[in-house]
């Protein structure tokens, strides 16, 4: 063990050989799927380098991220031409179609998926580092190939790595004993994803034990997102706190409530978080392996209980990882997940089937019949895409249960060792 610590991780050969087919995999993908996401946000960054200001499109910080990324690979592409016809842009700002018929289409897709690429590199070496040496082959194994991450990044062209980036480096500050800046790196990453934000109190109450520390990270958790909103509203931006209250994506962890009374309900998300955070707040469990752990039961309660866009759920993978070959259960149980996931993805229709492959053959896969269309031919798909819906959350409590029964396992020894050394001081 101490070996393999003194060698490089990626110059570790048996590490290099599954990273290197991994990246061969998503080599072969990244130029043949589009999705129109992925198009308007490299669209918002040409009309940033353009010099033309884009407002109520989503966060500034992405936004300026692919402007970087863009003014990088403008030398490689028919910069001028390549945004279709401006008669024929939809909601989505440009010319869908028109784009992936363009013949060097391969090439810009490619190249808008490269930043991605370099990013995971560096989440990968970030996830090795916080995995015990011996358990590093399976767990590279596990994220090189998992269809979530594949999907998310290079089919669905997102670029949610780049907050997983984020999120392991705050782990590794909080390993390397650099606390503040954790929680200044988990701050930063709801700026570009604002849901990272409900693991600030996790933090929080596992660092630190007392009241004033935990208020300080806590302060400093929020920090970069309030210095956003109100930064704006000191530039006379006045509309933008409504903006971001009435974000439709704040109200997706409202999504599954019960309905108490004329306009008293229950958000089941807010209510199983909050006992979580008393819980911690109550009784507190310090470490890296804690703080994993119920980050994960965070994110786990998220995805069981909220609604949630499929790219979303590579949030959870890394903290699968940690655990996902501990309980010899789990790794069915996640398949299932995968499964289920893949059907909860159904009611985007042709967006998120045909239309992903339409630069091989804009012609035929625009017409493509979507899964929930075949499905529908036979059964209602609607039903059909809720019971998998149904089963994906219980998959979600099924692992945290999963989890929370391995740490039980672990520190039972150590409880009853405890009350005997109670019980002998007693006498």
């Not at 994803?193 to 996790?202: A, K, N």
């Not at 069915?332 to 159904?346: D, E, G, K, P």
Request: glycine residues 6%; hydrophobic residues 55%; contains cysteine.
């Amino acid at each position: 063990m101490g070996e393999l610590e003194q060698v490089g991780i990626f110059r570790q050969e048996k590490l290099r050989k599954w990273l290197l087919s991994g990246l061969l995999l998503r080599l072969l993908v990244m130029p043949f799927t589009a999705h129109s996401d992925l198009l308007s946000i490299y669209y918002r960054a040409h009309l940033l380098l353009d010099g033309r200001a884009v407002k109520g499109l989503g966060p500034n910080m992405f936004n300026l991220l692919h402007a970087g990324f863009l003014w990088l690979m403008k030398p490689l592409l028919p910069y001028r031409i390549m945004w279709g016809a401006p008669k024929l842009k939809t909601f989505l700002m440009l010319d869908w179609l028109g784009f992936v018929n363009q013949t060097s289409v391969f090439r810009a897709l490619f190249l808008f998926k490269l930043p991605y690429l370099a990013v995971e590199v560096l989440a990968v070496w970030m996830l090795l580092k916080l995995t015990e040496p011996e358990r590093r082959t399976r767990v590279l194994i596990f994220w090189m190939f998992n269809p979530i991450v594949i999907f998310s990044t290079y089919i669905f062209g997102r670029f949610d790595m780049i907050t997983v980036f984020l999120l392991l480096s705050s782990l590794y500050l909080v390993k390397s004993g650099h606390n503040d800046w954790s929680l200044v790196v988990l701050g930063g990453a709801a700026l570009l994803r604002v849901y990272p934000i409900v693991l600030v109190l996790p933090f929080a109450l596992i660092l630190e034990s007392g009241g004033w520390g935990r208020a300080r990270l806590t302060a400093i958790g929020f920090l970069p997102l309030a210095a956003s909103i109100f930064g704006g509203l000191a530039q006379g931006e006045t509309g933008l706190l409504k903006d971001f209250a009435s974000m439709q994506h704040l109200s997706y962890p409202l999504a599954m409530k019960f309905y108490l009374n004329a306009e008293d309900n229950l958000y089941v998300f807010v209510f199983l978080y909050s006992l979580l955070m008393m819980y911690l707040f109550v009784n507190h469990q310090h470490g890296l392996d804690n703080l994993k752990r119920n980050c994960f039961y965070v994110f786990l309660l998220f995805f069981a209980t909220s609604f949630f866009h499929p790219h979303y759920l590579i949030w959870l993978v890394p903290f699968a990882a940690f655990f996902f070959d501990e309980p010899a259960q789990f790794q069915s149980i996640y398949r299932l997940h995968i499964a289920a996931w893949a059907i909860y993805t159904f009611q985007w229709g042709r967006y998120l089937a045909g239309y992903l492959l339409a630069p091989l053959s804009p012609a035929f896969f625009w017409s493509v019949l979507s899964p929930s269309e075949w499905i529908d031919r036979y059964y209602p798909a609607i039903q059909f895409i809720g019971i998998g819906r149904s089963v994906f959350s219980a998959t979600c409590l099924a692992m945290a249960y999963l989890v929370w029964r391995r740490r039980a396992d672990l520190a039972g020894p150590e409880a009853r060792i405890g009350e005997s050394e109670k019980e002998a001081v007693w006498r």
